[in-house]
Each structure stands twice: as C-alpha cells, then as structure tokens.
C-alpha cells in the first residue's frame, strides 16, 4: 500500500530535550516536505527537499532541522524543543509539482 | 494580508443541500489550484485541482476567476460523509513545491 508513515504519532516531551520525528514514503517520490499546523494559522511549511542530499527551508524553519540521507527517509529533528513548538506536524511527498500525499501527523507537546 | 483566505465557517447545512465556498488569494502570479480535505485531527487529502476552465468530480464543482483572484467550491446534494474542513491551497510560483494553504472552511451536514 502506498504510503507516508510518521513516528510517533504522540509526543510529550521537555523544554531542551532533542527530539526526532521519522518520516517514510514508499512511494519513490523526489520531493517530500514538513509542516505544521496551528489553530488559526493553517499548514505552514518547515523544510522541504527535492532530492536526496536537497533540503531548503520553508516558511517556518526556526527551530528544526532535516536531513534526506536516502531517498524514502525525511527525519525533522528538533535540537532544543521549545513550548512554542508544540503543535500538529505532518510529513508529505510527492512526485509532481502539486499533488501532495501526507503522512498520518504527530501531535507534539512541550512542556 | 493573508496569501490565501478563506471563511473558517462552520457552515451548518442540512443533507442534500447545495453549499459553496470562496476562497481569495493575494499573489496574482499563483500558477495552480487546488481543493483539500481534512478530517478532524486527520492528515489533509487532495480533492481536486482546480482548472481555469472549471471542472468537476461528481457533486463537486470547482472554479477559479484569475481576474478576481478566488476560487469556489461547490458542493451538491451533501452527505454527512461531507463534514469535513476544505483547505484552499495555492502554488504561489515561487519555486517548487511553494504549495501555500489556507486555514480551511469547515462544514457540519446534519440530518
């Protein structure tokens, strides 16, 4: 099945504690991409890459970090968690230009 | 100014009501369109793409009026199933993958 996975899913975590949240796509695709969502704000995006060893930041990429070692693999990590970082975060991919699959989210809480 | 809004709702309609949804984007240089759902607490999917000519998948009808920069969403004879929120998304033709999202419209079908 065709497919963006997220691990994990929940997280409650401290101020400062590095954290990584996995992101894989089965689907072969070149870009693939992070966001997160907040109340009132919408999907606003972190980091995205093109290919593997390709990652620009997006919109929002304070605070994060990417790599893209390998080609299904997209980790955010975050090296000092912070409470305005709690938030709904989703993973995408894609092979176009536009149509984007995403992953199931993990929703982050730091305290 | 927001790049992309929309009216946050909720919309309340009954079933087999016919409801639309406007949405306004900033950047006259956007390239494409598209419509999105979102279950609650659920990752967005793609609806359909929004084309210049219009173009529609079933009940659903989308539009886009480049001269007053908004795109609508109509939705014929609702389902319950249609309770969803409905993300307005915009490539903003700033480089690749500048997918830009708005805060979505959410809509309630009751019986």
């Known amino acids: 099945e065709a497919q963006v996975t997220q691990n994990p899913r929940y997280l409650i975590t401290v101020t400062g504690k590095k954290l990584t949240v996995t992101c894989s796509q089965n689907?072969?695709?070149?870009?693939m991409s992070w966001y997160r969502q907040d109340p009132g704000l919408g999907l606003r995006q972190i980091y995205y890459?093109?290919?593997?060893?390709?990652?620009d930041k997006g919109d929002v990429p304070e605070g994060y970090k990417v790599s893209r070692k390998e080609k299904r693999n997209f980790p955010l990590i975050l090296e000092s968690p912070s409470p305005n970082q709690t938030s709904l975060y989703f993973c995408?991919?894609?092979?176009?230009?536009?149509?984007?699959?995403f992953g199931p989210g993990t929703r982050l809480t730091v305290l | 100014r927001k790049e992309v809004e929309q009216d946050p709702g909720p919309f309340n309609v009954p079933e087999g009501a016919t409801v639309a949804f406007n949405c306004t984007y900033s950047?006259?240089?956007?390239?494409?369109f598209f419509w999105y759902r979102q279950d609650c607490r659920k990752e967005p999917k793609l609806l359909m793409s929004?084309?210049?000519s219009g173009n529609e998948d079933g009940r659903f009808t989308a539009q886009l009026n480049r001269a007053s920069q908004y795109i609508s969403l109509l939705i014929r004879d609702s389902k319950l199933s249609d309770s969803a929120t409905y993300l307005c998304?915009?490539?903003?033709?700033?480089?690749?993958?500048?997918?830009?999202f708005g805060t979505g419209t959410r809509l309630l079908v009751s019986p």
């Open positions: 995408a991919s894609s092979s176009t230009a536009n149509t984007q699959y």
């Open positions: 998304v915009v490539n903003n033709g700033t480089g690749f993958q500048k997918l830009v």
């Open positions: 890459s093109m290919n593997v060893e390709v990652t």
């Open positions: 950047n006259s240089a956007s390239q494409s």
């Open positions: 689907m072969n695709h070149e870009y």
């Open positions: 929004v084309y210049s």
